[in-house]
């Protein structure tokens, strides 16, 4: 059992830059493979970005690469999303994952409660 908490959302002006956090539980945070997903009002769920268990794989959505960059602390139980040249259609709900696949599947075996990033324009 994985029990994932993010934090570090706010608001913040288009152009800015933000990082959200997340702390996993349990004993066996570097087997699981870790990720971030979005969902915006009235939009569906979707992928942002996923790390493997050792930090050596990493993925991004397209709509993200070269502002955003995804990492983790193993030794910490962390895992990390530093989102920079924010725009307003970042805005959304972040949620972290935790997959024992990598990449990670479109529905996780463990997700967090989601913290609000919101990107003024």
């Known amino acids: 059992q994985v029990q994932l908490v993010e934090s570090g959302g706010g608001l913040v002006q288009a152009g800015g830059s933000l990082r959200v956090s997340c702390a996993a539980s349990g004993r066996t945070f570097s087997m699981y493979a870790m990720g971030w997903f979005r969902q915006a009002p009235g939009k569906e769920r979707e992928f942002v970005a996923d790390i493997s268990r050792s930090g050596g794989s990493i993925r991004y959505a397209d709509s993200v690469k070269g502002r955003f960059t995804i990492s983790r602390d193993n030794a910490k139980n962390m895992v990390y999303l530093q989102m920079n040249s924010l725009k307003p259609e970042d805005t959304a709900v972040y949620y972290c994952?935790?997959?024992?696949?990598?990449?990670?599947?479109?529905?996780?075996?463990?997700w967090g409660q989601g913290t609000q990033v919101t990107v003024s324009s």
């Open positions: 994952a935790a997959s024992s696949i990598f990449p990670i599947p479109t529905i996780p075996t463990y």
